[in-house]
């Protein structure tokens, strides 16, 4: 009786020490310094205190049908991550890409303080840099405007738990290259002839303001890392000279299955790591008229693949922190965002073309791509839960099984 006892108290202990050992795990790191390390062989991690990180998130922007790009989700009453964060955890996904943050700050300091405790899901803060209306940024006063602005969303989310790192701008390199449609220079740009040389004059005004701001966000914020949001790697030799104060650069990439030079290219032009801020393929093939679930999570697949491959200790660069697929659930007012009555059909019509998803490309007059059917779940008129019910498409699936085996 005396050996059943101890045995029962010794299984006892080593249960509630197992229990510890399991929250110890799985807890939320609380308020641990984010940063970027490199090695000795000149490869980068991303590090939550002193572990590991490897992004594998979603752009997140839960537009339901009927609505554009003005619905506020933030306020929904709705509370639609409530329903996509637990479908995000059961696929492996640890990250969320906001691309600014909620007029209301408590508001948004809800959504990303429940993303986090209650699904561990941690959140990307962006600032569009003006990137849809820009003013010139050559102009001192526009300047320090703009640095106060982000300063302003800094102070008010950085003791958030919850934030993983700030995105500067999005595309905003395009805002200078050659048919851009947004305009601003100065008069010594424009005495430039060479419009190569014009657009790397434009190229240097801007990424130096990129880092005077970062500059000011780690006077206020040291825990948290800073990104330079570019359009693939156009320009980037000149942010290596006017942009040393970075943490990292986010891009957006779709250059098909692969991401082919990338890695290496910005580890000669500017060696810093690199998030893929935007990566993915549409669901849609243009050519039959028809879905192609494969087609789309063959894609991500090997986008994905390849990310991997570049991580630190991989066989390739050494260079990447991870990805965010653009994106989690379509968008049905993409096609024609100027008429809402539209917002309530799927859209078939091919709104760019692009050689680098092949598979079809042979449609009417190239045009190839679907900005509707991007998403990794589709969207559906019933509603569960007061949102739009999700169905999760084959792409979720096949990356379910690669990142739930992916290190943290």
Same mark, same amino acid.
């Given at each position: 009786?005396?050996?059943?006892?101890?045995? !029962?108290?010794?299984?006892?202990?080593?249960?509630?020490?197992?229990?510890?050992?399991? +929250?110890?795990? !799985?807890?939320?790191?609380?308020?641990?310094?984010?940063?970027?390390?490199?090695?000795?062989?000149?490869?980068?991690?991303?590090?939550?205190?002193?572990?590991p990180y490897l992004i594998k998130?979603?752009?997140?922007?839960?537009?339901?049908?009927?609505?554009? =790009?003005?619905?506020?989700?933030?306020?929904?009453?709705?509370?639609?991550?409530?329903?996509?964060?637990?479908?995000?955890?059961? $696929?492996? #996904?640890?990250?969320?890409?906001?691309?600014?943050?909620?007029?209301?700050?408590?508001?948004?300091? %809800?959504?990303?303080?429940?993303?986090?405790? &209650?699904?561990?899901?941690? &959140?990307?803060?962006? =600032?569009? $840099?003006?990137?849809?209306?820009?003013? @010139?940024?050559?102009?001192?006063?526009?300047?320090?405007?703009?640095?106060?602005?982000?300063? %302003?969303?800094?102070?008010?989310?950085?003791?958030?738990? *919850?934030?993983?790192?700030?995105? !500067?701008?999005?595309?905003?390199?395009? &805002?200078?290259?050659?048919?851009?449609?947004?305009?601003?220079?100065?008069?010594?740009?424009? %005495?430039?002839?060479?419009?190569?040389?014009?657009?790397?004059?434009?190229?240097?005004?801007?990424?130096?303001? #990129?880092?005077?701001?970062?500059?000011?966000?780690?006077?206020?914020?040291?825990? =948290?890392?800073?990104?330079?949001?570019?359009?693939?790697?156009?320009a980037l030799e000149i942010a290596?000279?006017?942009?040393?104060?970075?943490?990292?650069?986010?891009?957006?990439?779709?250059?098909?299955?692969?991401?082919? @030079?990338?890695?290496?290219?910005?580890?000669?032009?500017?060696?810093?790591?690199?998030?893929?801020?935007?990566? *993915?393929?549409?669901?849609?093939?243009?050519?039959?008229?028809? %879905?192609?679930?494969?087609?789309?999570?063959?894609? !991500?697949?090997?986008?994905?693949?390849?990310?991997?491959?570049?991580?630190? *200790?991989?066989? *390739?660069?050494?260079?990447?922190?991870?990805?965010?697929? +653009?994106?989690?659930?379509?968008?049905?007012?993409? =096609?024609?965002?100027?008429?809402?009555?539209?917002?309530?059909?799927?859209?078939?019509?091919?709104?760019? &073309?692009?050689?680098?998803?092949?598979?079809?490309?042979?449609?009417?007059?190239?045009?190839?791509?679907?900005?509707?059917?991007?998403?990794?779940?589709?969207?559906?008129?019933?509603?569960?839960?007061?949102?739009?019910?999700?169905?999760?498409?084959?792409?979720?699936?096949?990356?379910?099984?690669?990142?739930?085996?992916?290190?943290?």
């Amino acid at each position: 009786m005396k050996k059943d006892k101890i045995f !029962l108290a010794t299984i006892g202990i080593l249960c509630v020490i197992l229990a510890l050992a399991l +929250f110890w795990k !799985l807890r939320p790191e609380v308020d641990e310094k984010i940063s970027v390390r490199k090695n000795a062989k000149g490869e980068f991690k991303l590090l939550v205190g002193t572990r590991p990180y490897l992004i594998k998130g979603v752009v997140y922007q839960p537009v339901p049908i009927g609505q554009s =790009h003005q619905y506020n989700f933030w306020t929904d009453p709705a509370k639609p991550w409530r329903e996509d964060a637990p479908l995000m955890r059961r $696929m492996g #996904v640890n990250t969320v890409r906001f691309f600014q943050p909620g007029a209301d700050a408590a508001e948004t300091r %809800e959504v990303i303080g429940e993303l986090y405790h &209650s699904f561990g899901i941690r &959140s990307i803060l962006g =600032h569009w $840099m003006d990137y849809w209306k820009p003013g @010139n940024y050559a102009d001192d006063n526009y300047r320090q405007k703009l640095t106060q602005d982000v300063l %302003e969303m800094v102070n008010a989310y950085k003791d958030q738990e *919850g934030i993983l790192l700030w995105i !500067l701008g999005n595309e905003n390199n395009l &805002s200078w290259h050659s048919g851009a449609r947004i305009s601003w220079s100065t008069p010594e740009v424009e %005495e430039i002839e060479d419009p190569y040389k014009q657009e790397m004059a434009k190229a240097r005004i801007y990424y130096s303001l #990129v880092n005077q701001i970062a500059r000011e966000i780690k006077k206020v914020d040291p825990k =948290h890392p800073v990104a330079l949001g570019n359009a693939d790697i156009y320009a980037l030799e000149i942010a290596k000279e006017a942009c040393p104060d970075i943490d990292l650069v986010a891009l957006t990439a779709y250059r098909g299955k692969s991401f082919g @030079n990338l890695w290496r290219e910005i580890k000669q032009k500017l060696d810093k790591p690199i998030l893929i801020m935007e990566f *993915g393929c549409d669901s849609f093939n243009a050519q039959t008229g028809q %879905e192609d679930q494969m087609a789309q999570a063959t894609f !991500l697949t090997s986008q994905w693949r390849d990310i991997q491959r570049n991580i630190s *200790g991989g066989s *390739g660069e050494g260079n990447a922190l991870g990805g965010c697929i +653009f994106e989690w659930n379509d968008e049905w007012w993409k =096609h024609d965002e100027f008429m809402p009555a539209s917002w309530y059909a799927h859209d078939t019509v091919g709104d760019w &073309s692009s050689g680098a998803y092949y598979f079809d490309i042979s449609a009417p007059n190239n045009m190839n791509v679907n900005e509707e059917w991007w998403g990794i779940v589709e969207l559906s008129p019933e509603l569960e839960q007061g949102i739009n019910k999700r169905i999760p498409r084959q792409a979720y699936f096949e990356l379910q099984k690669l990142w739930k085996g992916a290190d943290k």
